[in-house]
């Protein structure tokens, strides 16, 4: 059983008598997409896959996310897919929040529990069916994958939260940590996707100024995250989007401790140009062996 609490629900429709005024924010720098605004009207249908409603939570655009796309998927009992991945370039990360999963990569099949977390490589064969008779929510974060000279492309990634022992952060007393699923050290991952713990009452302590861009999905808790030139309150089932080199800080401001799910990309050379080259038929490096 699950020790971790994720929030995963989404759907329905607001009552004619809720007020419109809310926190959803849309800026060149920055957006948050409480958890209101994930209503059914909202949602979205993707080819290939059966029972499902996807929302998007970002995507590459002009003014908006420039390096990776952010689905929230529901997938009711009997559904799934065969054909997932429409780009043969894309990496993906799956975190699984609730329901079970059969998932089958490179024809070997896997069960996936709440708190599954699953990094898939570029050109790796995989589809996905709801195991059971529960509706599966997990969150499926796309990457055009950036292939460096002389280094092999990474390996699947199967894991937990529940069984990874979080990174305490420098100087913080514990109160500030991060669940990592992959290496800082590892060149073969030209992206991150970690979990941030904080404890009621722990901060970031300055303004983060950075190229990485970031997704933030609001997994447990409540806090107060400065973006840009903003405070915003944030709480489970929110999400955000940090430009490159957007300023941002937090606090936990709930009684429990408050936690998100992190995109990042790094461990790549800044492009030379605004877009960098579409990976599209060059040869991907070899798989490690």
Same mark, same amino acid.
């Given at each position: 059983?699950?020790?971790?609490?994720?929030?995963?629900?989404?759907?329905?429709?607001?009552?004619?008598?809720?007020?419109?005024?809310?926190?959803?924010?849309?800026?060149?720098?920055?957006?948050?997409?409480?958890?209101?605004?994930?209503?059914?009207?909202?949602?979205?249908?993707?080819?290939?896959?059966?029972?499902?409603?996807?929302?998007?939570?970002?995507?590459?655009?002009?003014?908006?996310?420039?390096?990776?796309?952010?689905?929230?998927?529901?997938?009711?009992?009997?559904?799934?897919?065969?054909?997932?991945?429409?780009?043969?370039?894309?990496?993906?990360?799956?975190?699984?929040?609730?329901?079970?999963?059969?998932?089958?990569?490179?024809?070997?099949?896997?069960?996936?529990?709440? +708190?599954?977390?699953?990094? =898939?490589?570029?050109? !790796? *064969?995989?589809?996905?069916?709801?195991? &059971?008779?529960? /509706?599966? #929510?997990?969150?499926?974060?796309?990457?055009?994958?950036?292939?460096?000279?002389?280094?092999?492309?990474?390996?699947?990634?199967?894991?937990?939260?529940?069984?990874?022992?979080?990174?305490?952060?420098?100087?913080?007393?514990?109160?500030?940590?991060?669940?990592?699923?992959?290496?800082?050290?590892?060149?073969?991952?030209?992206?991150?996707?970690?979990?941030?713990?904080?404890?009621?009452?722990?901060?970031?302590?300055?303004?983060?100024?950075?190229?990485?861009?970031?997704?933030?999905?609001?997994?447990?808790?409540?806090?107060?995250?400065?973006?840009?030139?903003?405070?915003?309150?944030?709480?489970? +089932?929110?999400?955000?989007? =940090?430009?490159?080199? !957007? *300023?941002?800080?937090?606090?936990?401001? &709930?009684?429990? /401790?408050? #936690?998100?799910?992190?995109?990042?990309?790094?461990?790549?050379?800044?492009?030379?140009?605004?877009?960098?080259?579409?990976?599209?038929?060059?040869?991907?490096?070899?798989?490690?062996?």
């Amino acid at each position: 059983m699950s020790k971790h609490k994720y929030y995963p629900s989404m759907g329905g429709l607001p009552p004619q008598s809720q007020l419109l005024s809310g926190r959803a924010v849309f800026t060149e720098t920055h957006a948050v997409i409480p958890k209101g605004v994930l209503s059914s009207i909202t949602a979205s249908r993707l080819p290939h896959w059966e029972n499902t409603l996807a929302w998007v939570l970002a995507r590459p655009m002009s003014g908006f996310a420039e390096t990776f796309a952010q689905y929230l998927m529901e997938v009711s009992p009997g559904g799934g897919s065969d054909q997932p991945e429409p780009d043969p370039g894309a990496e993906a990360v799956l975190f699984l929040m609730e329901g079970e999963l059969d998932l089958t990569i490179r024809g070997e099949k896997h069960h996936i529990v709440p +708190g599954g977390y699953v990094f =898939l490589p570029p050109g !790796c *064969p995989w589809s996905l069916r709801v195991a &059971g008779q529960g /509706t599966a #929510r997990f969150h499926w974060i796309r990457k055009r994958y950036e292939a460096a000279e002389g280094i092999d492309l990474p390996d699947v990634i199967l894991a937990n939260d529940n069984d990874i022992a979080p990174e305490v952060m420098p100087d913080t007393e514990g109160r500030w940590s991060t669940t990592r699923f992959v290496h800082w050290s590892d060149m073969r991952h030209d992206m991150h996707v970690t979990i941030v713990n904080m404890e009621p009452g722990a901060v970031i302590p300055f303004l983060e100024t950075h190229v990485m861009e970031h997704g933030l999905y609001v997994l447990q808790g409540r806090g107060v995250y400065r973006l840009n030139d903003e405070w915003v309150e944030v709480e489970a +089932g929110d999400f955000m989007w =940090l430009r490159a080199f !957007c *300023p941002q800080a937090c606090y936990a401001g &709930g009684p429990s /401790t408050f #936690r998100y799910l992190l995109y990042k990309d790094m461990n790549r050379h800044a492009p030379l140009a605004l877009r960098a080259p579409a990976l599209g038929g060059a040869a991907l490096p070899r798989a490690a062996e």
